[in-house]
């Protein structure tokens, strides 16, 4: 084998292993006879449907090869029934060469590295795209600039694993990956988008620490990477790469950009805490989980830290103690409740205004909060006949929204879009807040949509399947994400559970969203709000809010097949689909800037990402069916709509993202749902 295909002459071989043989060649045909790489696949057989794989991944790195860190696809052949394809030679070195066992990196280093890793791995994920295999020796850096490229995609190495069965059916028995870099969910051949955020993590760790990943222990009781010890590296770093590497990947940032995001991000506690500070966050955070307890798991990861942070079993106890006593004390309380609440029943109901009064007193003495009295009073209090709910009066309002639509340039060449603007009506009412500052609630119509995004959607993501008919009850939801000027007059009112910060965000505007508040926090805001008000005010459920966004649509977004920065916040350096690129604010704007959507809803996509109730889920495989809450045990919570600092295909309607429910970035907010 001297020459492939009458062109590309084989000088050298680069590579090999059980899938693939690289090779470096010149190509003849070309006037500069310039240097390439030629892969030689190793399929078990030359069927059909190995081929048309083969010409679909072909397409899919033809595509990918467009960004400047990925090398571009040049040709691909079949010759003599061997699959070969053939890519940009990058002039360089391995990061193997620079990442090297027992030779610890910079933090700078890192935290630059990092950044050049995260941008190409976020651009092959915006494509729907998991690479499988990354790694040092997947990393190469160009001599003539430094320039970090992606290289040996997982796609291609299988497809020299790849076997039809007697159905016609393409696949592999190969699991994809390398051992150190490959978390579990890969090993047991589910690889996500998070699966390459865990590599990209272990590949970093590796330079801080020069200890191989294979060679770095696991805590016995979690699972979770022990590698902090190695190394004295800034609290923010060590933060993003430790999420990074979480052990399930339903903890990890969901992909590459939201990885990028936090670590662009600047870190929001600038003091260094001490290790018992460390541990007492974790307890009391593990504590508001379990409502006053330790569950065993959450005793397990205790532990760990503990020994991460080199205390004394003494001193951690100590601090479970401290964590504990109040919800010991404020369980005596309810008890001591309960029983005089029984007492006072036995001996006079219904109360009269005087007892009534006393009651009120003793609840506000013992400092009860109000959904733990209404518990302990069903139980208590002979059972009404049910009452009828009273009904929430409300209003109509006019507003504006819009519509885009393609028009076709100077003979075809060119599409340009142009916005329609038309008068929608709809209900709602106002929740008065304080010195004239009002909540609007629109009332959002019952119905059945089809929730997720069809197979063709551009830019689609697996975790937005299977499409499903979902049912949705009539509710009010917020007209506007929730504002700082509303966020501080609910801040101010009676604590419930946890204490808020009324001025939590980074960008400053009564009328811009607040932002960076986790979605514990704004469970709180609902909680003081419900408490206040007497109304249920709560989160959206995520398909309440995706059947919100659509308004009716069935289109990426509610304005129709793409989106422009005319109608919404968002980073407008990128396009969506054939729409145009536009402007990038780089900040939150006030609410209401842009049209509302069909339903009189304003900020849907863009600005800021908005809490759902929801636990985080890989897909809609088990989903409900009547737009109720589907959470599960993991700590992760779903966020939806999109930001001003994302691209447009994640500003879609049916766009799904997550997020720790305890962390807060300067681009997420919520709004709040009623009914």
Sequence with gaps: MNTLAGRYEIIRQLGGGGFAVTFLARDNLQP????????????????????????????????????????????????????????????????????????????????????????????????????????????????????????????????????????????????????????????????????????????????????????????????????????????????????????????????????????????????????????????????????????????????????ELGLLEEEAQEIHEQVLQPYREYQQKLAEYEQALIDAVQHQHPFNATTQKDLQDYQQYLGLRQEDIAAIELRVFPQKPQQRKEQIQTEIFEFEFATLTAKSGFLDTKKTWEINRIRGVSKFFTENLNNGLVLEMVAIPGGQFMMGSPRDETERYHSESPQHLVTIQPFFLGKYPVTQSQWKAVAALERVNIQLNPEASHFKGANRPVEQVSWDEAMEFCARLAKETGKPYRLPTEAEWEYACRAGTTTPFCFGETITTDLANYNGKYSYDAGPKGEYRGQTTDVGTFPANPFGLYDMHGNTWEWCQDSWHKNYKGAPADGSVWMSDNHTRLLRGGSWNINPWNCRSAVRNCNARDNKYINVGFRVALG
């Excluded at 592999?172 to 589910?190: A, L």
């Excluded at 950009?257 to 506690?269: M, N």
């Excluded at 798991?297 to 020994?307: D, H, N, T």
């Design 32 to 307: 500069s006879k310039p240097l390439c790489v030629v892969k030689q696949l190793r399929p078990n057989q030359s069927h059909p449907r190995v081929v048309e794989f083969f010409e679909k991944e072909a397409a899919i790195l033809e595509r990918l090869g467009q960004h400047p860190q990925i090398p571009r696809l040049l040709a691909h052949f079949s010759e003599r029934e061997i699959l070969y394809i053939v890519q940009e030679f990058i002039e360089g070195q391995d990061l193997s060469q620079e990442i090297i066992p027992g030779k610890p990196l910079s933090e700078d280093y890192a935290t630059k590295l990092l950044q050049d890793i995260l941008e190409v791995v976020s651009f092959i994920h915006s494509k729907g795209v998991v690479h499988r295999d990354i790694k040092p020796q997947n990393l190469m850096r160009r001599h003539r600039d430094g320039q970090i490229f992606l290289i040996d995609f997982g796609a291609v190495k299988e497809l020299g694993s790849l076997m039809v069965n007697s159905q016609g059916e393409v696949y592999t028995s190969v699991v994809i990956g390398t051992s150190g870099y490959m978390p579990s969910e890969q090993k047991n051949g589910r690889p996500c988008l998070g699966s390459d955020v865990y590599a990209v993590g272990m590949t970093i760790i590796q330079a801080l620490t020069g200890v191989v990943p294979s060679q770095l222990q696991e805590d016995p009781l979690t699972g979770e990477i022990i590698w902090r010890n190695k190394v004295q590296v800034g609290d923010h770093l060590a933060e993003v790469l430790t999420q990074m590497v979480r052990r399930h990947f339903s903890l990890r940032y969901c992909q590459a950009s939201e990885a990028l995001e936090a670590l662009r991000l600047p870190p929001t506690i600038l003091l260094n805490p001490s290790a018992k500070q460390i541990y007492f966050q974790e307890a009391r955070s593990r504590a508001q989980q379990g409502q006053g307890t330790f569950s065993i798991f959450a005793l397990k990861i205790l532990e760990s830290k503990r020994i």
